[in-house]
T-cell receptor, first 117, second 112 residues
Framework: DSGVTQTPKHLITATGQRVTLRCSPRSGDLSVYWYQQSLDQGLQFLIQ???????AKGNILERFSAQQFPDLHSELNLSSLELGDSALYFCASSVRTGKSHWDAEAFFGQGTRLTVV | GQQLNQSPQSMFIQEGEDVSMNCTSS?????WLWYKQEPGEGPVLLIA?????ELTSNGRLTAQFGITRKDSFLNISASIPSDVGIYFCAGTINNAGNMLTFGGGTRLMVKP
């Protein structure tokens, strides 16, 4: 158990809909990362938050957004869903300041499997 | 964007054999990490490397951070059936965000 909790574990929704994925980081971790894993693209970084502020952005679509709340949990919002958004979405967290390369040790949750039909 | 080329894509070995897989990039990486993913689970961190030339072990696993900072390898000695899974290399290129760039994975299958 990595200590990172993601809910829900599975989600099936229709095209055009909006969903929210939730992540609780490990206790004490300030950084939260979101990754997408699909068969054709592999594991891709989407976005990072550190202590409530956006720290880095990857190949995240404009239809997707995220936020980190004062209690450090994070939510990833996916809207106007398309079939191609079907994938595993992982949250990871890491400790320390967010400014040191030691923070690279990210611990992953079990993921949310999103299926868009 | 940056890419990590991981090889081999898959391996089917006999229990007890040693395994070697590697990752290369055209970019210089500040850190290298190796993860293992099993079906229905998230990636689990196995080894983290922070300095060029660093050699680190975790039980039967040994990984090295290449001298050029553009490559890393992972060795598994005396494989056992529970080693089955997908092994990913990952790295960070800058210190600001620490987002990970992942390789495509090596699928390891072990025959008892």
């Amino acid at each position: 158990d990595s200590g990172v909790t993601q809910t829900p574990k599975h989600l099936i929704t229709a095209t055009g809909q909006r969903v929210t994925l939730r992540c609780s980081p490990r206790s004490g971790d300030l950084s939260v990362y979101w990754y997408q894993q699909s068969l054709d693209q592999g594991l891709q970084f989407l976005i990072q938050y550190y202590n409530g502020e956006e720290r880095a952005k990857g190949n995240i679509l404009e239809r997707f957004s995220a936020q980190q709340f004062p209690d450090l949990h994070s939510e990833l919002n996916l809207s106007s869903l398309e079939l191609g958004d079907s994938a595993l979405y992982f949250c990871a967290s890491s400790v320390r300041t967010g400014k040191s390369h030691w923070d690279a040790e990210a611990f992953f949750g079990q993921g949310t499997r999103l299926t868009v039909v | 964007g940056q890419q990590l080329n991981q090889s081999p894509q898959s391996m089917f070995i006999q229990e007890g054999e040693d395994v070697s897989m590697n990752c290369t990039s055209s970019s210089i990486f500040n850190t290298w990490l190796w993860y293992k993913q099993e079906p229905g689970e998230g990636p689990v961190l196995l080894i983290a490397l922070y300095k060029a030339g660093e050699l680190t072990s975790n039980g039967r696993l040994t990984a090295q951070f290449g001298i050029t900072r553009k490559d890393s390898f992972l060795n598994i000695s005396a494989s056992i059936p529970s080693d089955v899974g997908i092994y990913f290399c990952a790295g960070t290129i800058n210190n600001a965000g620490n987002m990970l760039t992942f390789g495509g994975g090596t699928r390891l299958m072990v025959k008892p």
